[in-house]
């Protein structure tokens, strides 16, 4: 037998080696068999935070997204025409009661937004206003003539406080429409007679401050009550001549001063025809066409200034055919009489406040206000002619205007401002300056006249710087609120409300006399 090889013996003998298993739990017959689960991916620490991160980021964009509500799409609806159309009627009540356009503007837009519209759009100008509320395609655009008389002084008070009450409670539409034709139902509180004894009122006070002399004096009354007679008249029964009225008042003074003035009165008849002519003086158009043209309004200032040269025409057409028809007669010798002392400018302006009151039917309870008004703007301009000659007296004047009126408004039992303005703009009186230039150069041919005319228009400059600058200082401190429509308040919020029209912090400006 051959031996066996130690190598093969030991390979015989070794051991066979058992794998290990892990042993599962066996399960019970009826349980179900899971199924074997997925391999994970080892824990990493800094993956496992970037998931936790973008969890929680997730979680707080859609809490975000709940919050926020979803934009809205929808377009607003268009603004009602008959707002818009009252808004418009609005414009065109305070052009009538001689308001400039740059006011009328921001007045209109003011209360637009206080109806809620935005935004509100006017353009105004002294024979038309146009409205136009919205930028898109619903957009509603107005317009409407200016058209009728200037508003009496009671109309212009009651226009001004239904304004100031539309700035804080607005009213419906047509409530309003139907507020504003009352304002111009108005009757005159006084009758015809006692309207031709304000008109004769009102020329004896100019006469006062131009020239007073006692023979003067009673030439201005009799002018005064033939042209306040014949305004009356053909307003009542010949309305198709209001235009050409300035010519037939012009040609009436013309003849009777000229053939009455000289043998019954000794007085030059040249120096009684600016008086009586009061209602047509064209003062008050030319400054606020020239204030225009310095605030921007190039359109509508030069619109006024047109109109009131074309009024110094009309009048100097009437004063030529009224001396072509009566030849002046000579005044007697010794028959000229001598002028009043100082106390005659001021009672020229009680006077006219007085006869204002009765020619334009305004309320008894203004009286002592107007006479306030007039007194402190003749004492102003009359400082200014002691301080530095007629020129700086003009524009102190005018300055003092707009200031002297706001400041007496704030006073529960004063009239608006505007109805103070108008009889006080006849202190200055730059119109009638102006026409006495006209009428020198071109029917006395005099060398006088045209020095006249270059005076009466330098008047009308410092004037109207001098309403300018009272104007902006009366300017509330927020005044921006009344120009930007998106920093007004709601309707009905009390406070922090800008001012309406008439009301302490407003400028008012001069209005042109119809």
């Given at each position: 037998?051959?031996?066996?090889?130690?190598?093969?013996?030991?390979?015989?003998?070794?051991?066979p080696?058992?794998?290990?298993?892990?042993?599962?739990?066996?399960a019970?017959?009826?349980?179900?068999?899971?199924?074997?689960?997925?391999?994970?991916?080892?824990?990493v620490?800094?993956?496992?935070?970037?998931?936790?991160?973008?969890?929680?980021?997730?979680?707080?964009?859609?809490?975000?997204r709940?919050?926020l509500?979803p934009p809205?799409?929808?377009?607003?609806?268009?603004?009602?025409?008959e707002?818009?159309?009252?808004l418009?009627?609005?414009?065109?009540?305070?052009?009538?009661?001689?308001?400039?356009s740059?006011?009328?503007?921001?007045?209109?837009?003011?209360?637009?937004?206080?109806?809620?519209?935005h935004?509100?759009?006017?353009?105004?100008?002294?024979?038309?206003?146009?409205v136009r509320?919205?930028?898109g395609?619903?957009?509603?655009?107005?317009f409407?003539?200016?058209?009728?008389?200037?508003?009496?002084?009671?109309?212009?008070?009651?226009?001004?406080?239904?304004?100031?009450?539309?700035?804080?409670?607005?009213?419906?539409?047509?409530?309003?429409?139907?507020?504003?034709?009352?304002?111009?139902?108005?009757?005159?509180r006084?009758?015809?007679p006692?309207?031709?004894?304000?008109?004769?009122?009102?020329?004896?006070?100019?006469?006062?401050?131009?020239?007073?002399?006692p023979?003067?004096?009673i030439?201005?009354?009799?002018?005064?009550?033939?042209?306040?007679?014949?305004?009356?008249?053909?307003?009542?029964?010949l309305?198709s001549?209001?235009?050409?009225?300035?010519?037939?008042?012009a040609?009436?003074v013309?003849?009777?001063?000229?053939?009455?003035?000289?043998?019954?009165l000794?007085?030059?008849?040249?120096?009684?025809?600016?008086p009586?002519?009061?209602?047509f003086?064209p003062?008050?158009?030319?400054?606020m066409?020239?204030?225009?043209?310095?605030?921007?309004?190039?359109?509508?200032?030069?619109?006024?200034?047109?109109?009131?040269?074309?009024?110094?025409?009309?009048?100097?057409?009437?004063?030529?055919?009224g001396?072509?028809?009566?030849?002046?007669?000579?005044?007697p010798h010794?028959t000229?009489?001598?002028?009043?002392?100082?106390?005659?400018p001021?009672?020229?302006?009680?006077?006219?406040a007085v006869?204002?009151?009765?020619?334009?039917?305004?309320?008894?309870?203004?009286l002592?206000?107007l006479?306030l008004?007039?007194?402190?703007?003749?004492?102003?301009?009359?400082?200014?002619?002691?301080?530095?000659?007629?020129?700086?007296g003009?524009?102190?004047?005018?300055?003092?205007?707009?200031?002297?009126?706001?400041?007496?408004?704030?006073?529960?039992?004063?009239?608006?401002?505007?109805?103070?303005?108008?009889p006080?703009f006849?202190?200055?009186v730059p119109?009638?300056?102006?026409?006495?230039g006209?009428?020198?150069?071109?029917?006395?041919q005099?060398?006088?006249?045209l020095p006249?005319i270059?005076?009466?228009?330098?008047?009308v400059?410092?004037v109207?710087?001098?309403?300018?600058?009272?104007?902006?200082?009366?300017?509330?401190?927020e005044?921006?609120?009344?120009?930007?429509?998106?920093?007004?308040?709601?309707?009905?919020a009390?406070?922090?409300?800008?001012?309406?029209?008439?009301?302490?912090?407003e400028?008012v400006?001069?209005?042109?006399p119809?």
């Amino acid at each position: 037998m051959a031996p066996s090889d130690p190598a093969d013996g030991r390979r015989r003998h070794r051991r066979p080696v058992r794998l290990r298993t892990r042993q599962l739990p066996r399960a019970a017959p009826d349980a179900a068999v899971p199924d074997a689960p997925a391999e994970r991916e080892p824990a990493v620490p800094l993956r496992r935070m970037a998931r936790r991160a973008g969890r929680g980021a997730v979680s707080v964009t859609r809490l975000w997204r709940r919050r926020l509500p979803p934009p809205d799409t929808s377009e607003p609806p268009p603004p009602p025409k008959e707002l818009v159309r009252f808004l418009r009627d609005c414009g065109v009540a305070l052009c009538r009661a001689g308001e400039i356009s740059e006011r009328v503007q921001r007045v209109v837009t003011t209360l637009g937004t206080r109806y809620g519209l935005h935004p509100v759009h006017a353009f105004v100008l002294p024979t038309g206003v146009f409205v136009r509320v919205g930028d898109g395609p619903d957009s509603v655009v107005d317009f409407a003539p200016v058209r009728g008389d200037t508003l009496r002084l009671d109309q212009i008070g009651t226009l001004y406080a239904f304004v100031r009450d539309l700035y804080e409670h607005p009213v419906d539409p047509a409530e309003g429409t139907e507020r504003l034709r009352q304002v111009y139902a108005l009757p005159a509180r006084f009758s015809a007679p006692l309207r031709v004894l304000g008109y004769t009122v009102m020329t004896l006070g100019l006469g006062f401050l131009t020239v007073p002399s006692p023979m003067a004096l009673i030439g201005y009354a009799a002018l005064g009550a033939a042209v306040g007679t014949l305004r009356e008249t053909v307003a009542a029964r010949l309305p198709s001549l209001m235009l050409a009225l300035p010519v037939l008042a012009a040609v009436l003074v013309t003849v009777l001063a000229y053939r009455y003035s000289g043998p019954l009165l000794g007085e030059n008849p040249a120096k009684l025809l600016i008086p009586p002519l009061i209602t047509f003086l064209p003062g008050a158009a030319l400054t606020m066409g020239t204030m225009e043209l310095a605030a921007g309004s190039i359109v509508s200032g030069s619109s006024r200034l047109i109109y009131g040269m074309s009024v110094l025409v009309l009048l100097t057409f009437g004063i030529t055919v009224g001396s072509q028809l009566m030849t002046a007669h000579p005044i007697p010798h010794g028959t000229a009489a001598s002028s009043f002392g100082a106390w005659a400018p001021w009672a020229g302006a009680l006077l006219l406040a007085v006869g204002y009151l009765f020619n334009s039917s305004a309320a008894a309870r203004s009286l002592p206000w107007l006479m306030l008004a007039l007194v402190l703007v003749e004492g102003t301009q009359q400082l200014g002619n002691a301080l530095f000659g007629s020129l700086f007296g003009a524009f102190l004047g005018g300055m003092s205007l707009p200031v002297f009126s706001q400041i007496m408004q704030r006073w529960r039992s004063a009239p608006p401002s505007q109805v103070t303005f108008l009889p006080a703009f006849w202190l200055l009186v730059p119109g009638a300056l102006s026409l006495t230039g006209v009428g020198e150069l071109l029917v006395g041919q005099s060398d006088r006249g045209l020095p006249t005319i270059v005076s009466a228009l330098m008047t009308v400059v410092a004037v109207a710087l001098g309403v300018l600058v009272g104007a902006g200082a009366t300017q509330p401190r927020e005044a921006g609120a009344a120009d930007d429509p998106s920093r007004a308040e709601e309707p009905d919020a009390p406070e922090g409300r800008e001012p309406g029209p008439g009301e302490p912090g407003e400028a008012v400006t001069p209005s042109a006399p119809g």
